[in-house]
Each structure stands twice: as C-alpha cells, then as structure tokens.
C-alpha cells in the first residue's frame, strides 16, 4: 500500500537514531486511484508533516491520528499510509507545515454569525463557536426554530428532540 514497507521505515528510523531524528519528518502518503502516490494534505494543499522526536511511539501515534482525520473527510476509495521524508526533501515544497504548529482559520458560526479564529476545524454541518456549543450542549431553546435542541458531539450534528 505505501512505498515505504514497515522494514523500510524501521530501517529509516535506526538509521536516524544517531543523528536523534534530527531533520526527519513523518508525514501522510496518499494512493490514488492511477496507483500514483502523493503526499495528502490538510487543510487545502498544505502538507502536513509531524516532527520524528525522541520518543518515536509519540511521534507515530501523532501520525497515526493525522492519517485517521484525513481519511476521515477523504474519499473513501483512497488509501492512506504513514511514510517518512527528510527535512530536505520537504523543504522544496511551498505549502507545507509542522502539524501542531499554529496554522489558522476563520471560521463562521453558523448559529450566531460570530467569526473565531481557530486553528482547526472539523465540521461536518457547519462550525459553531464555543457559546453556542455550550447552550446546546445544555440544551437549550432555540430563537431560530422555537425548539428544543441538544448537540452531540460524537456525531457532530444538532439533534432536535
């Protein structure tokens, strides 16, 4: 599924293990449906790449949970893959980032029509600010419809009962 086997990259990472992972990155390997590779971004077409530190478990449980986001909100017929690149090699892109690094948005409320200035989104009806999760959290009454409404936040959608 990716070009890189998991004994390649268990190769890699010895290897970097002198150096302290200096300048190594993980990042997320799409397969499209040409049997092309790409890297995946997230957000738009910035790429997003997670720092290789000293404790590799942490850094690849990070990776793991960036591929499980992307291919959350990705088309299902693409497959995901953790890979590993170097810091040279990331450097002749244009778009890319540190996943955790702030990179941020502005989002719209579409409850209240409040701006917020957020560093992530993951909405799949519309993003609502911290104010109006909290009242529906509550569940309150709601001045557009006149009823009853509560949110849940696994699914990520209002609920009206």
């Known amino acids: 599924m990716s070009t890189q086997s998991k004994a390649q990259i268990e190769k890699i990472l010895e290897r970097a293990s002198k150096f302290k992972y200096q300048g190594l990155y993980w990042y997320i390997e799409a397969k499209l449906p040409s049997n092309i590779y790409s890297a995946a971004a997230y957000p738009g077409r910035y790429i997003p790449v997670i720092r290789v530190g000293p404790d ?12 499980m986001m992307i291919q959350s909100i990705a088309a299902p017929t ?8 170097s810091e040279d090699l990331i450097a002749k892109l244009k ?7 702030p990179l941020c948005f502005d989002a719209v409320c579409y409850v209240c ?9 993951i909405a799949i009806d519309g993003f609502m600010c911290s104010d109006c999760a909290m009242s529906y959290e509550k569940g309150s009454y709601d001045d557009i419809t006149g009823e009853m409404s509560l949110l849940r936040y696994r699914e990520w959608r209002i609920c009206r009962d």
């Not at 693409?78 to 690149?85: G, P, R």
């Not at 029509?113 to 989104?121: A, I």
Request: aromatic fraction near 16%.
């Open 113 to 121: 029509g409040q701006v917020v200035r957020t560093h992530y989104t």
């Open 78 to 85: 693409l497959e995901f893959s953790i890979a590993l690149t």
């Open 56 to 67: 590799i478990a942490e850094s690849r449980g990070l990776a793991i949970w960036l591929l």
């Open 95 to 101: 778009k890319w980032w540190v996943w955790g690094d």
